[in-house]
């Protein structure tokens, strides 16, 4: 028997329709996307001051409330009056610029150097068995404790500041190098192989991008020790510097003063950081990860 057209029982002819009408929203439902749930979420706009803003607040209550004793630790607002005087007087300007020679000297000489051998050490296996082993025996002694062998070499001056800072910040630029080009995936390596890759195109499209994240790294570490070591050589016989303010301000009491120097050590420490970063996510624009 021949079916009845489909206009005959419209109800009937309808079915399908609705089947598919529902089959293509459930399909619409399924594949809707989702809120994220994973990762940290998506950046805020200056969220890099939620922290030190935070910070401020609590030291400002505190000091207003009598909370905190100010001849221990100054107001927020006894130290910015403070700072106007240095500024006036040209004291404070003169001893930054100091401190950030010193600090450029050393971090410069201590980057190049780590860079250099790890890339000695993680490019050849004699370099690494020439130059790891010696550079794990130098991490092993804080290099503040070779300050009293580096015054004896070099005396008391700007060379013994330098060098110091050098030394400080030269190991985690050249671990975390070293570390990055031997974590390269040896498949990447037996490709190139396979291909008939050159070295100077392996060195520049395979082994210097993978070591470019941990010698980033290792920069961000370096920058950060270059500060905490201007601490302390600049209050050995030093006549200058923010470290030799600090000491000087310790010896009569001016509380104020020291809290200003290590204000003026903490903005150099966020400002550097926060370079190497800017500098970091535009060398490695090419990553996908979840800090951008």
């Known amino acids: 028997m021949t079916p009845p057209p489909g206009d005959a029982y419209p109800a009937i002819a309808a079915v399908p329709e609705l089947f598919r009408s529902e089959a293509v929203a459930d ?28 910070l401020l607040a609590l030291w400002s209550i505190g000091s207003a409330t009598g909370l905190i004793d100010t001849r221990t630790l100054a107001a927020p607002w006894t130290v910015v009056s403070t700072a106007a005087d240095l500024i006036a007087e040209g004291r404070l300007q003169d001893n930054l610029l100091t401190s ?21 050490a993680g490019l050849t296996r004699i370099g690494e068995y020439l130059i790891d082993g010696p550079v794990q025996i ?13 015054m004896l070499w070099l ?3 700007e060379g013994m500041k330098v060098t110091t800072i050098a030394l400080i910040v030269f190991a985690p630029v050249y671990i975390q190098t070293h570390d990055g080009l031997r974590s390269i995936d040896n498949r990447y390596v037996e490709l190139a192989e396979t291909l008939g890759v050159s070295q100077r195109d392996f060195l520049r499209h395979i ?18 020790y270059s500060w905490l070591a201007l601490v302390v050589v600049e209050q050995v016989n030093s006549t200058s510097g923010i470290g030799y303010m600090i000491e000087l301000a310790r010896t009569y009491g001016q509380t104020e003063i020291i809290i200003l120097g290590l204000v003026v050590y903490a903005l150099l420490g966020l400002t550097s950081d926060a370079l190497v970063r800017l500098l970091q996510r535009r060398v490695l624009s090419w990553r996908r990860t979840l800090a951008g």
């Open 155 to 157: 005396g008391i001056g």
């Open 27 to 54: 399909v619409r439902r399924s594949v809707r996307p989702r809120a994220r749930r994973l990762g940290p979420g998506r950046p805020i706009a200056y969220g890099w001051t939620f922290g030190p803003v935070l």
């Open 100 to 120: 950030l020679g010193r600090s450029a000297q050393g971090l410069f000489w201590g980057v190049l150097a780590g860079l250099v051998l790890g890339l000695v």
């Open 138 to 150: 130098k991490r092993a002694i804080p290099a503040l404790a070779l300050i009293p062998l580096l």
């Open 207 to 224: 082994a210097l991008p993978a070591a470019l994240p941990g010698f980033f790294l290792g920069l961000r570490f370096a920058v950060n």
